[in-house]
T-cell receptor
């Protein structure tokens, strides 16, 4: 158990819908990261937040957005869902923002299926 | 960030040491080498990391060449539960942001 929690574990929805994925980082961790893992793409970095501020963006679609709240939990919002958005979505956290010196610990993921 | 290359797949007999290589020939002086593994569709699990020196913990050993252009992850006594995809990544030591790039990794199969 990494200490990072994600809800829900599974989510089934229809095309065009909007969903929110939630992540609670490890106690004391200030940095949160979101990743997408689909069958043909591997683990793709989406976005990073540090203490409520966006710090880095990866291959995140404009239909996707995220935020980190004052209590440090984070939410990833996916809208106008398409079949291709079906994937595993992982959240990770680290103590701070000092790059290579700070280990990222991953949550168990949310499996999204868009029908 | 430096890129890494790893074999697509490897087999290892149960009880034997599993040696997983990683090439990171463009690594910079301030980049750490990290290893994670992912069992089936679970969240990636941190294994070990290092900068210059060899490292060992309860899970594995990390051997980094003197020129830092390659490294090897060693699982000393592989078990069936070590069957997973192993990712080698490099990360900058200090940065105002942290954008981790995962490659396809090595799929390790531990065979009874």
């Amino acid at each position: 158990d990494s200490g990072v929690t994600q809800t829900p574990k599974h989510l089934i929805t229809a095309t065009g819908q909007r969903v929110t994925l939630r992540c609670s980082p490890r106690s004391g961790d200030l940095s949160v990261y979101w990743y997408q893992q689909s069958l043909d793409q591997g683990l793709q970095f989406l976005i990073q937040y540090y203490n409520g501020e966006e710090r880095a963006k990866g291959n995140i679609l404009e239909r996707f957005s995220a935020q980190q709240f004052p209590d440090l939990h984070s939410e990833l919002n996916l809208s106008s869902l398409e079949l291709g958005d079906s994937a595993l979505y992982f959240c990770a956290s680290s103590a701070s923002i000092a790059g290579g010196q700070e280990t990222q610990y991953f949550g168990p993921g949310t499996r999204l299926l868009v029908l | 960030d430096a890129k890494t290359t790893q074999p697509t797949s490897m087999d290892c007999a149960e009880g034997r040491a599993a040696n997983l290589p990683c090439n990171h020939s463009t690594i910079s002086g301030n980049e750490y080498v990290y290893w994670y593994r992912q069992i089936h569709s679970q969240g990636p699990q941190y294994i070990i990391h290092g900068l210059k020196n060899n490292e060992t913990n309860e899970m594995a050993s990390l051997i980094i060449t003197e020129d830092r252009k390659s490294s090897t992850l060693i699982l000393p006594h592989a078990t069936l539960r070590d069957t997973a995809v192993y990712y080698c990544i490099v990360r900058v030591a200090k940065t105002s942001y942290d954008k981790v790039i995962f490659g396809p990794g090595t799929s390790l199969s531990v065979i009874p």
